[in-house]
């Protein structure tokens, strides 16, 4: 038996001073985004604002329903339109926010294991990186591409494809 470790790198930031311009803008948007999340089952207002390599930026926003899984999360609601309206141009960053009683959350909310698998498939798709920026009021964690959370993440090399 062989024992072996992965293990995944993230960056901590107290401020959003201490990020560059386009990840601020990008954080505002899924600020914005959570604005539009329908909620009302969870009241779990999650927002999420993906940038494309040309520069757009497109939100997303969860979007429950009364059957349960039948709802979406915000960053899959992002990356679908994202990758539906520009399938030919990669995602390379993506920020999520969460909104709970009024407020941004302190601790951030990472994607959930399904959006992982989701975004995993668009970097693969393009065989580009997803930077990924999640904010909370408290602190705020960034990694440099979806891996860092999903290091078992499966592929199309696990259905023998290339
Ligand atoms: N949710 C997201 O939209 N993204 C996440 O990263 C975690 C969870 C949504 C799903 C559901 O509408 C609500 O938050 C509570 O789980």
Not at 137 to 145: C, D, G, L, P
């Amino acid at each position: 038996m062989k024992k072996k470790e992965t293990h995944s790198t993230f960056y901590e930031y107290a401020s959003l001073k201490e990020l560059g311009d386009k990840q601020q803008e990008l954080i505002q948007k899924a600020i914005d985004a959570a604005s539009s999340a329908y909620a009302p089952y969870s009241q779990f207002y999650v927002g999420a604002a993906v940038m494309l390599e040309n520069g757009t930026i497109i939100q997303g926003s969860n979007q429950e329903n009364s059957a349960f899984p039948s709802g979406l999360c915000a960053e899959r609601t992002a990356a679908f339109y994202a990758n539906s309206q520009y399938p030919d141009t990669p995602i390379v960053a993506l920020a999520v926010v969460a909104r709970k009683d009024g407020k941004i959350v302190e601790k951030p909310v990472p994607p959930c294991g399904s959006c992982l698998q989701a975004l995993l498939e668009s970097e693969k798709r393009h065989q580009t990186t997803i930077e990924v920026i999640l904010y909370g009021s408290s602190v705020i964690h960034r990694a440099a591409n979806i891996e860092q959370f999903l290091p078992f993440g499966f592929t199309s090399l696990d259905l023998g494809g290339s």
